[in-house]
């Protein structure tokens, strides 16, 4: 895959792509190289306002794409279930849980959950639980879940997974984004074992550095003006541009021959560079904490897997 670019992309002619987080950053670029191929693109986005400026913004970049704005919060499982029954398409091809949140000062849901752990991975578990039907239905489909190498700092804590015993934003951040590995490894595994699911792939990308406005979330929520701008210098001296970072998400959600359960990231030290198969920490691929995290995910969200249980 050396080398691997958006003009690699296959014809996506009548194909149907949600993608989380689409207002700007990764999530952007990702609807537009979608859209650019000819697939219909649903920007998902928490902000009407956002969502409908970023529709506009990909019109005038790609003309006659067909892409349209939805609203989708994360944060508020009522939203989840409101944007997957709201969907109006019959098959969906290509989903991709992008969206997320870095190392914020400590929050909580609607729901009550700590938002990093409760946005990064019980939203996108939610999401994918309710459109599952549908990607089931789809021929192909394939549901590409964002996660980053900063998974390697922390791994998920099953007796605190709401992170209440000692948060620290950093380690939050980086169980969050184990669970979205574990989720994959998990959903991979379940789809195998089912009659008939094989064909719909679950699988992992990461941007690297990439220059996303993440970085500079935490620090603007918190005030801290100094973090704030060591961040934006780290991000234009240091960072690849969005571009550059999408192109693993790209390539895990559209090139043929990606295996289930594949993690996808930069070629140069999981950094920077094209496309590449990409280390993860032995504790993403552990069934039995697997099985433990997706178990407490439907207790917590209330979307249970049906299609997938054991006969």
Not at 60 to 85: K, M
Not at 107 to 130: M, P
Request: aromatic share 8%.
């Amino acid at each position: 895959m050396t080398g691997w670019g958006t003009g690699d992309i296959p014809d996506l002619e009548g194909r149907v792509a949600v993608v989380t987080g689409a207002n700007g950053g990764l999530g952007h670029v990702i609807a537009r190289e979608l859209a650019r191929k000819g697939a219909s693109v649903v920007l998902a986005c928490r902000s009407e306002a956002r969502g409908s400026a970023a529709v506009e913004r990909l019109l005038g970049e790609v003309p006659g794409a067909a892409a349209e704005s939805a609203r989708l919060d994360l944060g508020d499982l009522a939203s989840v279930r409101e944007f997957a029954y709201g969907l109006p398409y019959e098959r969906v091809d290509l989903l991709v849980n992008n969206a997320g949140v870095m190392a914020l000062p400590h929050g909580t849901t609607t729901d009550g959950f700590e938002t990093q752990f409760g946005v990064n991975h019980l939203g996108h578990f939610a999401l994918t639980g309710l459109l599952l039907p549908t990607l089931l239905a789809t021929p192909g489909a394939r549901i590409v879940t964002v996660s980053s190498f900063l998974h390697a700092l922390a791994n998920v804590d099953p007796r605190d997974l709401n992170n209440v015993r000692r948060y620290g934003r950093w380690t939050a951040y980086a169980r969050s984004k184990s669970a979205n590995l574990l989720f994959t490894h998990e959903l991979a595994r379940r789809l195998a074992a089912r009659e008939g699911a094989a064909d719909v792939r679950a699988v992992a990308a990461h941007p690297g550095y990439a220059d996303t406005g993440l970085q500079t979330a935490g620090p603007r929520a918190e005030g801290r003006r100094f973090a704030e701008r060591l961040a934006r210098l780290g991000n234009r001296v240091v960072a690849q541009p969005p571009e550059a970072g999408a192109l693993p998400v790209l390539y895990a959600a559209t090139a043929p021959g990606v295996p289930s359960d594949s993690f996808t990231g930069p070629s140069f030290a999981m950094w920077r560079g094209s496309p590449a198969p990409s280390w993860r920490a032995p504790w993403t691929t552990d069934d039995a904490m697997g099985e433990r995290l997706w178990a407490a995910s439907e207790r917590l969200t209330g979307v249970t897997y049906e299609a997938l249980r054991p006969s």
